[in-house]
């Protein structure tokens, strides 16, 4: 995936696996780099904020794991509870071809 449609498809996929799964994505938030060992690569390493019900958060993995583009979960952390709810943060990353189109 290329960068210039590479951010447009991440976020789409990122919401669309939040529909399917039934939960909200808040703060999604990215940061780019040029990978070190190889310099056509472009790392970009998202961050957002999920919530929902347990089941429905890791249906939302799941969604992520089914994308036809490669995510590299780095980290999830369960940062609070409103009832039966969770909210987590996510920290993933993904890579796109340096100019590519």
Request: glycine letters at 6%; charged letters at 25%.
């Amino acid at each position: 995936m290329g960068e210039q449609a590479g951010f447009s498809q991440v976020a789409a996929d990122l919401q669309e696996a939040a529909n399917q799964a039934g939960i909200s994505l808040e703060a999604v938030s990215y940061q780019t780099r040029v990978d070190e060992q190889q310099a056509d690569l472009l790392r970009v390493e998202v961050s957002a904020t999920l919530e929902g019900l347990y089941p429905s958060l890791l249906r939302y993995l799941e969604e992520l794991e089914k994308s036809p583009h490669f995510y590299l979960i780095s980290e999830l952390a369960v940062v609070g509870a409103r009832g039966s709810e969770l909210r987590l943060e996510l920290k993933l990353a993904t890579y796109f071809r340096r100019g590519a189109a």
